[in-house]
């Protein structure tokens, strides 16, 4: 089992920046890929990034390559989102994911999931 909290969310200017931390707790194995996933109302939930558990692969959605970086620090549990060149239509709650082995390919595939943190881009 793990828990996962999110937080770093808030409100920016367009082309600003912020930080999303998602915490692991409970069976702290680091053998677990974590991914990002983001909801804008009225629209899916889409990925946006994942690392595998030992960081040596990232993945990123099309749109944010270039401004935004996944990273983790295993011995404190973390994965970090790091946001640049943040843009309105970044707007949306962002939700961190593990699962245990590698990257997963569908989203349901993700077994553990974060309450979300929302991020607003104004223009």
């Known amino acids: 089992q793990l828990h996962l909290v999110e937080s770093g969310g808030g409100l920016v200017q367009s082309g600003g920046s912020l930080r999303l931390s998602c915490v692991a707790s409970?069976?702290?194995?680091?053998?677990?890929?974590v991914a990002w996933f983001r909801q804008a109302p009225g629209k899916e939930r889409e990925f946006v990034s994942a690392i595998t558990y030992s960081g040596a692969s990232t993945y990123y959605l099309h749109s944010v390559e270039g401004r935004f970086t996944i990273s983790r620090a295993n011995a404190e549990n973390t994965v970090y989102l790091q946001m640049n060149a943040l843009r309105p239509e970044d707007t949306a709650v962002y939700y961190c994911?593990?699962?245990?082995?590698?990257?997963?390919?569908?989203?349901?595939?993700?077994?553990?999931w974060g309450q979300g943190t929302q991020v607003t881009v104004s223009s």
């Open positions: 994911a593990a699962a245990f082995g590698g990257i997963k390919a569908q989203r349901f595939e993700y077994e553990y």
């Open positions: 409970g069976r702290t194995r680091s053998d677990y890929a």
